[in-house]
């Protein structure tokens, strides 16, 4: 057994290898499970991450794997890895409250989402579920109810939203494989401010039965991981049809592990430029421009793109969200609005008077930005673009400068991310940043049904050294006074 | 093709009492500046040209396949 005192499953291990330890019998997953309750317990009172911790859940998993391996039954990939899933999953005995106070009234889900058991399936440990953005509508990581999520790589900082709690976990070593939802950017936004990796697939591919939804359209779920090879690990256990969701495919796993490590060379990279290049700041140019170049020196050729269409994709994206949304909420917002967090409140209320027309257009334009993205990918294999304009805002900013004009915020930050998420787009998120500085993502965005592509691309970044989930300070300090949540 | 522009307070008074929403006076200025936000988006999409065929909306509808039970019946 390995000694756990010089904590060798420590915070910045990998799922994969917390699974090789288990499956060797070299650390029992009670021994793992423990150390990441404790880890939890003396981080999150600072950061927030979580919102329930199952400790008992947990221990008794953990119990069940070690005993599954004494008695020679077969384990998962997954084995004694802690999971940690967005509070909007269904998690059996937890009222699935998806960062609202309204939904604590609900009953106790009966039964863990779809995604969830399989990941219980594959060997996985549940340790928790995380805070989030109320109803998901939210790119910054600030609740009104449950407080803000904190960036473990300076407290004082947004973590991004709305899957907040996803990147904040995974980024500080409490659940090395977390669960989050995508709707314009809620996977990709958290990823990039917190410096982890994030997978948001096909829409359709993998299954939301379980969860509480945000836009029933745009509605996707997708792993958060320290790692491209565990995001493969978890996005391949999770995959599988499901009749329990409507917007699911069918279509048979087709795993990305196998060939994780085939490289990229010959492929071409598309590299925005025009509008999506205006919308990113310095320092996220910088690092998208790094990760271009690390696919070249790997074989593949860079092509600059007009990826202008973007804009409008953007702009559908806004309207469908804001009046989908509105729509599903409408009798909560009748009844119960000032129960809602003020900064969702208000945009949901606006969602609810916009002109039909308004909504019949986006849809229409929803599809013609699609032809536009396919159009360009008949010339490139993938394209390589920053996730978020910036990186981390502090705690309670209200508006962001992008190309020249001052923008609210809270709509803003996740201007990069809509575009792709709107047409159902893959998207592998990683991390390039230095070692003490702030994080940034670059979005890996693949033609549909790609994932696997996707995933490559992201797999060679992390051979090179150039995308990595640097760990953040191992005890986060206090925000200094004025950085506001 | 971009629409004539719109009043939010207008829209906010109009709307508001067709969907049987009342909007507090506290929270006006919020849902003013969201619509304002919506009302640039609209205006994006007017300068998308569009065919008549251009029509995949996005949403589906699909059917769901009778069970064992519902067949016997």
Redesign the interface.
């Known amino acids: 057994m390995l000694d756990l005192a010089t904590d060798p499953l420590g915070p910045v291990i990998s799922a994969g290898d917390i699974a090789r330890a288990v499956l060797d019998g070299r650390v029992s997953a009670r021994a793992v499970a423990e150390a990441t309750l404790a880890r939890i317990a003396q981080l999150n009172p600072m950061l927030n991450a979580f919102t329930d911790i199952t400790a008992d859940r947990a221990l008794r998993e953990a119990d069940a794997i070690d005993s599954a391996l004494a008695r020679g039954t077969v384990v998962g990939p997954l084995a004694g890895v802690p999971v940690a899933v967005k509070n909007l999953v269904d998690v059996a005995g937890l009222p699935t409250r998806a960062g609202s106070r309204i939904n604590r009234d609900l009953p106790p889900a009966t039964t863990d989402a779809t995604l969830l058991r399989r990941l219980n399936r594959a060997g996985a440990v549940l340790v928790g579920a995380l805070n989030m953005g109320e109803f998901a509508y939210d790119f910054t990581g600030e609740n009104a109810h449950d407080g803000p999520c904190r960036n473990p790589h300076d407290p004082g900082r947004m973590s991004g939203g709305s899957s907040s709690g996803c990147g904040v976990a995974t980024a500080a070593g409490l659940a090395p494989i977390s669960l989050g939802s995508d709707t314009n950017g809620s996977l990709r936004v958290p990823a990039s401010l917190c410096g982890v990796f994030s997978l948001k697939p096909t829409y359709g591919r993998l299954s939301r039965a379980g969860t509480f939804p945000f836009v029933d359209s745009l509605d996707h779920l997708g792993p958060f991981a320290r790692s491209a090879r565990d995001l493969a690990l978890a996005y391949d256990a999770m995959q599988g049809p499901d009749p329990a969701d409507h917007a699911c495919a069918g279509d048979a796993p087709e795993p990305a592990l196998p060939d994780l490590a085939r490289g990229i060379a010959g492929l071409r990279i598309g590299c925005p430029t025009g509008w999506i290049a205006r919308q990113a700041g310095g320092e996220a140019r910088a690092a998208s421009d790094r990760a271009a170049a690390g696919m070249a020196d790997a074989g593949a050729v860079l092509r600059d793109i007009d990826l202008d269409g973007a804009e409008a994709g953007r702009a559908a994206a806004y309207l469908i969200t804001n009046s989908e949304s509105a729509a599903f909420h409408l009798d909560r917002l009748r009844s119960r609005s000032n129960e809602f967090d003020p900064d969702t409140r208000d945009r949901f209320l606006a969602g609810a008077l916009l002109p039909a027309a308004w909504i019949a257009r986006a849809q229409r334009v929803r599809r013609w930005w699609l032809d536009q993205a396919l159009a360009v990918f008949r010339d490139v294999d993938l394209l390589v673009l920053p996730a978020t304009p910036c990186p981390a805002p502090v705690l309670g900013a209200r508006t962001l400068t992008l190309d020249g004009t001052d923008l609210p915020l809270r709509p803003s930050l996740g201007i990069l991310a809509q575009p792709f998420s709107c047409i159902g787009l893959p998207v592998v998120t990683v991390p390039v940043f230095a070692p003490g500085s702030l994080p940034l993502g670059v979005q890996i965005v693949a033609p549909p049904w790609c994932e696997a592509r996707a995933l490559q691309a992201a797999s060679v970044l992390c051979d090179a050294g150039l995308a990595a989930a640097h760990p953040p300070p191992p005890t986060p300090t206090v925000p200094s006074p004025g950085n506001g949540g | 093709m971009t629409a004539a522009p719109s009043d939010p307070d207008h ?2 008074d109009a ?2 009492a067709m ?3 009342p ?2 006076a506290a ?1 006006r200025p ?2 003013w ?3 304002v ?2 009302r ?3 205006d ?5 040209p ?1 065919a008549d065929d ?7 509808f ?1 059917l ?1 396949r009778p069970t064992g039970n519902d067949a016997d019946a």
């Open positions: 829209q906010i709307a508001s969907v049987g929403l909007i507090a929270w919020g849902v500046q969201f619509l936000v919506a640039q988006m609209t994006i999409l007017e300068a998308v569009l251009d029509l995949a909306l996005a949403p589906v699909r769901p």
